[in-house]
């Protein structure tokens, strides 16, 4: 068998150890976010009837079941995606993976609702590391010339053509 030396291999190295990369930080983030998810949900649930006061950080009852809501919505929702797109595409979904397509709904459902609550937040939160603007100028009227005195209204009298 002949084997090609040349920069055309070292090339498909690179795209290969590139991808390589890339799957393994998906597979990190996908991890973390999970885990996340888990830890929030936890903590949800003991927050579900009453504030759970974290430090700092307060996580209110309609918090918590956004939390897991959006989470459960996530779950639902990606079983009937993953078998629509097992049928157009013609493809077979192995059974095993059906707990992480539940896992990764589940996440899913989960950091939608955190980038739509983060989203909100950015766009209602006054700006604090803006200046202050300063007091708008007090508007003056331009100078007027000076008026030159008139008579007092007085009403017409019966001889008025004589005082003409």
């Known amino acids: 068998m002949y084997r090609q030396n040349d920069q055309t291999s070292a090339m498909y190295t690179g795209i290969a150890l590139v991808i ?44 918590a079941h956004a939390i897991v809501y959006s989470g459960l919505a996530g779950a ?6 993953a078998l629509f797109f097992a049928y157009l595409f013609d493809f077979t979904i192995d059974p095993e993976a059906w707990p992480y397509l539940l896992i990764g709904g589940y996440t899913g459902g989960f950091l939608t609702l955190v980038s739509i609550a983060n989203d909100y937040a950015r766009d209602n939160e006054p700006a604090r590391h803006d200046p202050p603007a300063p007091p708008p100028k007090a508007i003056t009227p331009p100078p007027q010339a000076p008026r030159t005195p008139t008579r007092p209204f007085d009403f017409a009298d019966w001889n008025d053509d004589e005082l003409r």
């Open 20 to 63: 390589g990369v890339i799957m393994i930080a998906g597979l990190v983030f996908f991890a973390i976010a999970a885990f996340t998810a888990l830890v929030l949900t936890v903590l949800s649930l003991i927050a579900w009837n009453r504030p759970l006061n974290l430090g700092f950080i307060t996580l209110e009852p309609p918090v």
């Open 76 to 81: 639902v929702l990606t079983p009937p995606g």
